[in-house]
């Protein structure tokens, strides 16, 4: 009986040991998806605000992450609503980034991260892509009264620091419904992305 459970902690152990060499020796090489961006701070853009869940517990930034490799094709969703002090009541972010099969060389811990104040997406780690990670995001509930729908854009840091509007299929900013919404937004590397007025 001694012996069975020694044997069941090496097995732990080893266990543990292979699945640490497999990330180190699969992931180790420097690839695309981990090479340096340099990130510097341009002008920030007028975010377009999101108003806080009425409940401080509720307050906080939303994210997923996966272990990626840049052989397949992966997909990082979040989906979160709360209740807030607008006139719908509540807001409800949902997001979805599809990471195109064989866009980058080796694996990552790749993670999505979308803040509560202004619905800014930021991706981790920096990096850039041989096929665009294909991005859609939807904000409902809030208030858009005072927001010009033809001066709203879906924005990007680019590497040289400055503020870049993303290419995408369309860009929905319904005042009467209080929706923001990019289709297909496609981005070119990770960096922080959002909705600027």
């Not at 981990?34 to 002008?43: I, Q, R, T």
């Not at 607008?86 to 990552?108: D, H, L, V």
């Not at 509007?165 to 590397?189: C, M, S």
Request: glycine share 6%; charged share 20%.
């Amino acid at each position: 009986m001694l012996n069975n459970n020694k044997d069941k902690t090496m097995s732990k152990y080893i266990y543990i040991i292979i699945f640490f060499l497999g990330f180190i020796f699969g992931c180790g090489k420097e690839s695309d998806l981990v090479a340096p961006v340099d990130s510097v701070k341009g002008n920030e853009p007028n975010w377009i605000a999101i108003p806080s869940a009425e409940s401080k517990s509720l307050q906080k930034d939303v994210f997923t992450g996966e272990m990626v490799c840049g052989n397949e094709k992966s997909v990082l969703k979040i989906f979160t609503h709360y209740p807030a002090n607008t006139p719908f009541r509540f807001i409800q972010i949902k997001a979805k980034a599809e990471i195109q099969k064989n866009s980058f060389e080796g694996c990552s811990y790749v993670t999505m991260s979308i803040n509560d104040r202004f619905g800014e997406t930021t991706f981790s780690p920096e990096c850039t892509f041989s096929k665009p990670v294909i991005y859609n995001l939807t904000i409902r509930g809030l208030d858009l009264r005072g927001i010009n729908p033809s001066t709203v854009r879906f924005v990007y840091m680019s590497p040289d620091g400055e503020y870049q509007q993303a290419e995408y299929d369309r860009l929905v900013v319904n005042i009467k419904t209080g929706k923001l919404q990019v289709v297909n937004a496609r981005l070119p590397h990770f960096s922080r992305y959002g909705f600027a007025n």
